[in-house]
């Protein structure tokens, strides 16, 4: 039995985001080279080489693709609000329990000052809800990107540099969700939620029915990594933040502080980051240091959203007037050269043009080792 054919409501939290990672890593030249110009730029943010620039308040146009089989999956207008709703507390920590952050932490906690709105204008110029909705005969998605398109059951995407392309479904396997990290194709950039994981009210089931897989997806979007380091259960694993500490493997349900690995005492995992793999009421959290990480994919691929006019319909491909997956060679962001990967530091010395293999140390085009 295929696993797309494997349908159960999760209970423990599997995010996809890896192994679409390590496929892209595998199957593509480009993406190899395209992640070690990213991960140039996101170092160079971190040590201070470059600064974040951006002044104003970032507003993310945000279609939502609701794809579904059975009526019930057919999300009603206030789940997806929810949804929304979530991700404007999340992203400006302006959430309730943002003051669930133990003490020695609070002062990490950041606002990535990015807010989402449902679009309300099309790719042609034209009045929409921003909600797209397409019935299919396919009963679940894994993935394989298959919901990314209609020819194989779910929706194309808007152009992925002037929206956040969001599609729901009911996904296999216990998964989540997913999101494909910036430098990826343009024809499937952008993040899959399971209707049970999407928003706080419809469809969305304990323990995941706060929005914070949403959330925890768009982070990778942006270009966060797992807080674990994707390494298994080692300490050998980087997530490339420096205010996040080294710890041995994601955190599931809902820990108690502290949760001591990785010799981190006394203060342990900070399980409560959006980035781990805990349940939505134990996630409250980013730090400064992921910030930079966010500001750095701003500056570099996903540059095009801080200036792209939705009310303008595109002249381009699935990707809009601008491709958003190019290599970063020079405006804002600094001048890395997308065919050599960065040297020293958290990024190591790795060859973007060799295809990644599991459990191996992280370089600029390979973050992680395998999954967990």
Known sequence: MDNADIVETPARRRCGSEDVHRRLLNESLNYRLNRAAV??????????????????????????????????????????DSQIAVLN?????????????????QGLVADARIEFRRATVDPDGNATTGVVRRQTSEPAFSDNDAV??????????WPTDRYLNI????????????????????ATDGVVITHTGF????????????????????????????????????????????????????????????SVTCNNGPNGDMFMNYM????DSAM???????????????????????????????????????????????GPGGTADPTTPATGGPGGTADPTTPATSGTAPGPSEPAGAGT
Not at 42 to 69: K, N
Not at 89 to 105: C, M
Not at 217 to 236: A, P, R
């Open 148 to 157: 990314k398109s209609a020819a194989r059951g779910g929706a194309d995407p």
């Open 199 to 258: 928003g706080t009210t419809g469809t969305a089931a304990a323990p995941f029915n706060l929005g914070r897989t949403t959330t925890h997806e768009i982070g990778h979007w942006l270009n966060l990594f797992h807080i674990g380091g994707d390494d298994g259960t080692g300490c050998s694993g980087t997530d490339f933040v420096s205010d996040t500490p080294n710890q041995a493997g994601q955190n599931f349900g809902t820990p108690a502080f502290p």
């Open 284 to 330: 409250c959290m980013f730090t400064h240091g992921q910030m930079l990480r966010v500001e750095a994919c701003l500056a570099g691929p996903r540059r095009n959203l801080l200036t792209a006019d939705p009310t303008t319909p595109p002249t381009g491909g699935p990707g809009g007037t601008a491709d958003p997956t190019t290599p970063v060679t020079g």
């Open 39 to 80: 991960e140039n730029l996101a170092f160079a943010f971190a040590t201070g080489e470059e600064q974040p620039t951006r002044a104003e308040t970032l507003t993310i146009p945000v279609v939502v693709h609701v794809v579904w089989s059975a009526e019930e999956h057919n999300l009603s207008e206030e789940q997806i």
């Open 167 to 186: 599609w729901v479904c009911q996904l296999s396997g216990g998964l989540l969700g997913y999101a494909q990290f910036p430098g990826g194709p343009a």
């Open 276 to 279: 781990d793999y805990t349940d």
């Open 89 to 105: 507390e999340d992203f400006r920590a302006a959430n309730a329990d943002v003051k669930n952050v133990p003490p020695v932490w």
